[in-house]
């Protein structure tokens, strides 16, 4: 019996195939799986098989008849398309041709810098903090432990708008008035990007850049956290492949201090131009919180610490992105914008 | 700082090599911008000796020098005439090579063979002596040795960059400290006792201290017979090296004392210090001194000053007067080694933009009692050098309370504060390798710290002397515990970043400009002197005009952004920017003035640019009001009206203010022609602003979900012809009151003036959408509702069309 559907198996798809015409094939389905077509014959014979047997036949033949249905169908999909061959010719498109415009902008690189630095944190579970552009001498230098007349002055070269009021020169302020407003409460742990000004114009300073803020205190913050957390950041900016390296500095309002390093993006360390064959990118200023600065603020500093770091916004993105001219930034051309996504 | 490194072996021995201890400073905090080699190769040049001397045959002005080089006798042609026989001199044999680059080869001068050419400073690459005057070695120079070796041209130059705490580097015994500390390799002190002659200094001068706070210590010796030359060529070489130019041996020497040690020092010619008197005073209103660079300078009560008898003779701790200085005829020399108040001599400094060598190291503060050290090595060297007899004793006028700081440190704080434990004895090895003194308390240490290090005052200094001498990088990583913080991104911050992906979505390009502007581009703006704008805060000590003001608007940035972008041939473009502006409450400002953040937007061109597929069209006052309609929709705010009015700078009969429950939000506008014209804009531009803080004061931004209408809706179309003077709000609002609750939806989706519509006339066509929330509609509620429509519509002046 098995044998038998076997060969109406064979016989059936050398007839699918060699049909030559929708009205063949409609002739061919019937004389094999209409009412009086030759599977059927053969199922009405399944009575002569053993009880044993029949269920295996049953289920061969059933599924020899969904098979062929499907056959059927294939080779009438064919013969229509055959038929259509000059339609479709007169309906061809031209592919190459461009696609339809989409209209999308694109943010600023340093705001796509800036909300990666922010998410980073955020999720370190720091608050996004501002404060003013224009700010006291008070906040932007007094309280940070750079006195009047101080050399440390000169490391900030300011904007004055009168001798009590400046262009912030740093982001640092604001660890002041956010420590001011919740002091004694801990802990503190912000993020503060924003614009900050130096007196300062050419190739690789630019009057007005950005920078990004971090400050953590809490009775226990150690330099261990510092390092970790500038680990982790470099790592989730540029690469798991990241090494940091710390180097002892000098910011009068944090002590001990110290400038992070990456190793090299361009060259992974081995040494290149843009980091004068030393393997290492300097891209931000850190440290423990001073504990006058502490004081200043209202914390008391043999029961609290802190750490603080500050980056560069468009030094990063300078990186991160491979631009050579600072000045980009703020010219706004559209054919530097939109290499960010048009 | 530059540093040679071979200088600094004299006072201490690395055991590394330049480029090693570079790095290692730079790892513990004096950082070495960059190690250079002093001076160039010069294969070739040798020392040579000058064996004979004859005239040239055919020109006066040349001579024949025969120079033996050890291992042969060159014959030489030479422009110079200073040299004599037994002279050593660099001999650039054939085929050497010296700086520029030049090759020396042999050659036929005037009828004369010459095998190659006798050097001068300038010619070997050095800022030194005429440079028609060949070199002329010491006369122990050993002959044919490489001149470039001779020279130290091999040495290394260590450029330290140094933070303003670390100035005790500008010397460099304390240099060789600090590579003490991170060796533990002893220091060399150099000798620095004079040999004194039994006349005393106190009948040759006196010294009068009249601003003890301004000049805490003064001291002064007395050198009489003194030969002034130039100093030997080694003394001018390590001030080369130094970056110093050589003048002459006893300037030398006071320059070479300010490098080993850090105190500057300052020589007078004591014959014309009239009562041989030293004053250290004020300057007094209206005095004068003209400088050592030959600059007169007007003088006031702020300025400390070095008077003799009568008048200023030197600008303290900046630069000396012209009127003692140091000359060929000098015999007889005070040498002044002095502290001074570095927040006056940092502002006289500024004040007069002369920023020296010793205004540098006094304004960062010296060491009080390095000043006699350096006096008295000066003097040993003046005695050795420029044969001088030192008169005995040392005018000292010393009010100094410097003492040495003393600092409490506990080990377990360290530890503390670094996240690490480094043992008790290696804290107490560190400190002892940096020369503090030790004492220790039980649990604590008490450290003396020496003058030198007048930057270590607190425990956190200390913390940072052990972290940087163990080693940054043995520091831990770990990560700060502690409570959660809730609402890490404000409500403000959030919908910035929404408005911001409207506005890319909708296809804007974020800039970022300036927040100082131009105030020329206010008055461009034709803003009214009224207008809040024009109180703009100025920067008192800007760039230039261009960064003159603080920003009272972000519309003169964005359009400079536009000028550029047409200058560059893109044509079409859609921009915002997010940014503040600032409003001061008073001017000249004695509060922070407020910073409102403002969103401003332009389009101009062709939008989408045109291609090939999608229609484009001229970006207007609708593009922009769309993505306003957009912010709006999102932040569920409805009580939005726009007002036809205008800005100064914008079109008269294409704007709008726009306001939010009567509160103004901003405005919108084509750029007034004559505005555009001025900004050299050759296209339409609209430009946009508005404020940030009141819209995310109205602004709800979760938001609220309505259900799914449930029955089907009736959809009809109304084609009319309408007076121009009717607005589209005016019939919309119509509509909408004649239809009732049943109309939930008004759209214009066609907007025709010209031909086949009569003068004076527009065709609208609205498509309504009809539905009721519980149940179907049928045909003749609809048509019954049409119909109070169309009426509505006819008395408005409305003529239904088709
Ligand atoms: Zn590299």
Redesign the pocket.
Same mark, same amino acid.
Request: with cysteine; aromatic share 0%.
């Given at each position: 019996m098995l044998q038998k559907l076997k060969e109406l198996e064979n016989d059936s798809r050398i007839k699918i195939d060699g049909a030559k015409n929708l009205e063949e094939l409609k002739e061919i389905r019937i004389r094999i799986l209409g009412k009086k077509g030759a599977l059927t014959a053969l199922l009405r014979s399944l009575g002569t098989v053993s009880p044993e047997e029949r269920p295996v036949v049953g289920k061969e033949a059933n599924s020899l008849r969904v098979e062929l249905e499907l056959a059927f169908e294939r080779k009438e999909f064919a013969l229509r398309d055959a038929q259509k061959e000059g339609q479709w010719e007169s309906e061809r498109i031209d592919i190459t041709l461009p696609g339809r415009p989409g209209l999308i902008g694109q943010k600023h690189p340093l705001t796509l810098v800036m909300d990666e630095i922010k998410d980073i944190f955020i999720g370190l579970g720091f608050k996004v903090a501002h404060g003013p552009d224009i700010e006291t001498d008070f906040y932007n230098y007094e309280a940070l432990n750079f006195p009047a007349d101080h050399p440390a002055r000169d490391m900030q070269d300011s904007f004055y708008i009168t001798p009590q009021f400046l262009l912030r020169t740093h982001t640092s302020p604001v660890q002041i008035r956010v420590m001011e407003k919740q002091a004694p409460g801990l802990p503190v742990r912000i993020i503060a990007p924003g614009k900050v000004f130096r007196r300062d114009d050419d190739a690789t300073h630019s009057p007005m850049f950005h920078q990004v803020e971090g400050l953590a205190v809490d009775t226990d913050i150690t330099f261990a956290d510092l390092k970790g957390t500038l680990l982790l950041f470099a790592r989730e900016m540029f690469g798991s492949e990241q090494k940091i390296r710390l180097r002892p500095s000098f910011f009068p309002f944090t002590e001990p201090s110290a400038e992070v390093d990456i190793s !090299?993006i361009? !060259?992974a %360390?081995? %040494?290149?131009?843009?980091?004068s064959?030393t %393997?290492w990118?300097e891209i931000l200023g850190s440290g423990m919180v001073h504990p006058r600065v502490l004081e200043i603020a209202g914390y008391d500093p043999h029961k609290v610490t802190g750490y603080a770091f500050g980056m560069g916004v468009e030094r990063i993105a300078m990186l991160k992105y491979g631009i050579g001219d600072l000045r980009q930034f703020f010219t706004n051309d559209l054919r530097f914008l939109k290499q960010f996504g048009e | 700082m530059r540093v040679s490194y071979q200088w600094l072996k004299e006072y201490i021995d690395p055991g590394m090599s330049a480029e090693a201890l570079a790095e290692k400073m730079t790892l513990s905090g004096i950082e070495v911008g960059a190690v250079e080699r002093f001076g160039p190769d010069l294969p070739g040049v040798v020392v040579g000796e000058v064996l004979k001397l004859e005239p040239h045959p055919g020109r006066d002005n040349l001579t024949l020098v025969e120079a033996g080089v050890g291992d042969k006798i060159l014959s030489i042609v030479c422009g110079a005439k200073n040299m004599k026989v037994g002279d050593k001199v660099a001999v650039a044999t054939p085929g050497s090579e010296l700086p520029g680059p030049r090759h020396i080869q042999e050659a036929v001068l005037y009828g004369v063979k010459s095998s190659g050419m006798l050097c001068s400073a300038h010619e070997l690459g050095l800022e030194l002596g005429a440079e028609d005057e060949i070199l002329i070695f010491d006369g122990d120079a050993p002959i044919g040795e490489p001149v470039d070796r001779l020279l130290g041209f091999d040495d290394k130059i260590l450029y330290l960059e140094l933070t303003p705490n670390r100035s005790d580097c500008l010397g460099l015994i304390n240099v060789a400290y600090e590579v003490a500390a991170l060796t533990g390799n002893e220091v060399k002190i150099p000798p620095v006792y004079p040999p004194e002659i039994s006349k005393s200094v106190d009948g040759a001068a006196s010294v009068r201290v009249e601003d003890k706070i301004l000049c805490p210590r003064y001291t002064a010796r007395v050198i009489e017979n003194i030969n002034i030359k130039y100093s030997p060529l080694w003394l001018q070489m390590k001030l080369l090296k130094a970056g110093i130019r050589p003048i002459s041996n006893v300037v030398d020497i006071t320059n070479y004392v300010m490098w080993e040690w850090g105190q500057p020092l300052h020589a007078f010619d004591l014959q014309l210090v009239k009562g041989r008197e030293i004053i250290v005073r004020r300057a007094e209103n209206k005095e004068e001194l003209v400088t050592l660079d030959g600059v007169k300078r007007k003088l006031d009560s702020d300025v400390l000053v070095i008077a003799d008898g009568l008048i200023p003779i030197g600008m303290a701790g900046v630069m000396g007067g012209e009127n003692t200085e140091i000359t060929e005829k000098t015999s007889e020399v005070l040498i002044e080694a002095a502290a001074f108040d570095p927040t006056n001599i940092r502002r006289t400094a500024r004040r007069f933009t002369l920023p020296s060598e010793a205004s540098q190291r006094f304004e960062r503060g010296i060491d009080h009692e390095v000043v006699m050290i350096a006096q008295n090595r000066a003097a040993l060297m003046i005695a050795e050098i420029a044969g001088g007899d030192v008169l005995k004793g040392v005018i000292d006028i010393n009010y100094s309370k410097a003492v040495p700081n003393k600092v409490i440190v506990s080990p377990e704080r360290i530890n503390q504060v670094l996240g690490m434990k480094i043992a008790r004895d290696e804290v107490l090895k560190i400190l002892r390798r940096l020369r503090f003194t030790i004492k220790e308390n039980e649990e604590l240490i008490e450290v003396t710290v020496p003058l030198r290090r007048p930057d270590i005052t607190l425990e956190e200094d200390i913390i940072e002397e052990v972290a940087r001498l163990h080693g940054y990088d043995k520091i831990p990583t770990t990560l700060p515990s502690g409570e959660l913080i809730e609402n890490r991104e404000s409500e403000e911050e959030r919908l910035q970043d929404l408005l911001k992906n409207i506005l890319t979505a909708s296809g804007f390009y974020e800039c970022i400009s300036y927040a100082f502007i131009n105030p020329a581009n206010l008055v461009r703006l034709r803003l009214p002197e009224t207008d809040w704008r024009m109180q703009a805060i100025p920067v008192q000590n800007p760039f230039s005009e261009e960064q003159a003001i603080m920003r009272t608007t972000i519309i003169p940035g964005m359009l400079k952004t536009v000028q550029h972008n047409l200058n560059h041939r893109e044509l079409n473009q859609l921009l915002f920017e997010i940014g503040s502006v600032y409003e001061a409450k008073s001017l000249p400002l004695d509060e922070l003035p407020a910073e409102k953040v403002k969103i401003c937007m332009t389009a101009t061109g062709m939008i989408p640019e045109p291609n090939w597929i999608a229609p484009s069209r001229e970006a207007d006052f609708f593009l922009i009001k769309g993505v306003l309609t957009t912010f709006f929709n999102r932040l569920q705010i409805d009580d939005v009206e726009y007002l036809p009015e205008s800005e100064p700078f914008t079109h008269p009969t294409r704007s709008a203010k726009i306001k939010i429950g009567g509160d103004l939000l901003g405005f919108i506008g084509q750029l007034h022609p004559e505005v555009a014209g001025s900004w050299d804009l050759g296209q339409p531009v609209t430009v946009c602003e508005i404020d940030f803080t009141l819209l995310a004061e109205k602004a709800k931004t979760v938001p609220r979900v309505k259900p799914v209408p449930r029955y089907p809706a009736v959809i009809r179309d109304l084609a009319l012809v309408v007076p121009r003077e009717i607005s589209a709000l005016r019939l919309e609002n119509a509509m909408k009151e004649a239809g009732g609750d049943i109309l939930t939806r008004v759209k214009l989706f066609d907007l025709y003036e010209g031909k086949q519509i009569p003068e004076g006339k527009r065709s609208l066509a609205y498509s309504l959408t009809f539905r009721r929330e519980e149940g179907t509609l049928t045909d003749s509620d609809v048509n019954e509702r049409l119909k109070q429509i169309e009426a509505t519509l006819y008395n408005l002046g409305a003529a239904l069309r088709g």
């Open positions: !090299c361009m !060259c %360390g081995q %040494g290149c131009r843009v980091c064959d %393997g990118l | -």
